[in-house]
């Protein structure tokens, strides 16, 4: 019998039972990538993380990533999540404030903010453009009408995690979208990858914003760092932002399903040129240990 230790962690949250729920196993060195992906339907959360001894020797730590259905090759929420268990384990020092979290989508570099209750950081992968799509059919798969989108044209953008990006007017229309997976395979061609869509309207603070991904096993996400950066990319883009001060904002997530998500974003350097940071508090909930 083998007994795998983990820990369960709320992300993007100072409260438990709130933010995005993540489930790290702190030594997974003699589980394979099947049995990982099993493991991660049985928690049955957005994401699970399992740690690995690093391949990259700048990295302090590596990370494979897991929704109930797919491996994923960078998220953030799981990101911030495995660092916190990291450091609150000792299995990276505690004194470190800035190191390497090895994912498949390379080395993440992640800085801590210490205090009675550390800010975790990281930095976005670079952001690439994809296709753009029709405002009319966003809508209609989201059970909105087009006058609920602004006429900003969605747009898919990536930071390894390919996500939709469509821009409504306010909280009500953000709070009366839904996408079913039927809808969601009808926004792209049979030979276009898979992508998850976030909504999202402009705020005093910055966004109000919900995630649906249906095509990897998540109907809603209740906070995605994988695509808060592209979030704020193309918030700039299209002058979303000209109302919030500075180079830092929030966006709140995970509000209509119970679980309110707080990402905040800073953004280095002119539009973000010399980085988009996304970071969170996380709140231990749990541990325990699976017996196999």
């Not at 095509?215 to 704020?232: K, V």
Request: hydrophobic share 40%.
């Amino acid at each position: 019998m083998t007994s795998l230790k983990y820990r369960i962690v709320d992300v993007f949250t100072t409260e438990p039972l709130a933010g995005n729920p993540l489930a790290v196993f702190m030594d997974a060195s003699q589980v394979d990538e099947r049995l990982m992906q099993k493991i991660a339907r049985e928690m049955n959360l957005a994401e699970t993380t399992f740690v690995l001894p690093p391949v990259n020797p700048t990295c302090a730590a590596r990370a494979r990533i897991f929704t109930p259905t797919k491996e994923m090759i960078f998220a953030g929420h799981p990101t911030i999540g495995t660092v916190f268990v990291l450091l609150d384990e000792g299995l990276v020092s505690r004194d470190r404030e800035s190191f390497c979290l090895e994912e498949k989508v390379g080395p993440v570099q992640v800085w801590v903010d210490k205090g009675e209750r550390p800010m975790i950081w990281l930095r976005t992968p670079p952001i690439s453009e994809g296709s753009v799509h029709d405002r009319a059919q966003c809508a209609h798969a989201l059970g909105l009408e087009p006058e609920n989108l602004l006429d900003v044209a969605p747009q898919i953008l990536n930071a390894g995690n390919p996500t939709l990006l469509v821009a409504l007017k306010d909280k009500k229309a953000v709070d009366r979208a839904w996408l079913e997976l039927g809808d969601m395979k009808r926004l792209r061609d049979d030979a276009a990858e898979p992508f998850c869509l976030l909504v999202f309207c402009s705020t005093n603070d910055g966004a109000y914003s919900r995630m649906f991904a249906p095509e990897y096993g998540i109907l809603e996400d209740p906070a995605t760092g994988s695509s808060t950066g592209p979030l704020a990319a193309f918030m700039m883009k299209h002058g979303l932002l000209d109302g919030v001060c500075g180079t830092r904002f929030i966006s709140e997530q995970g509000a209509k399903m119970g679980r309110r998500s707080v990402l905040h974003v800073r953004i280095a350097g002119d539009q973000g040129s010399e980085g988009i940071f996304v970071g969170g508090h996380v709140t231990p909930i749990a541990e325990g240990t699976m017996k196999l």
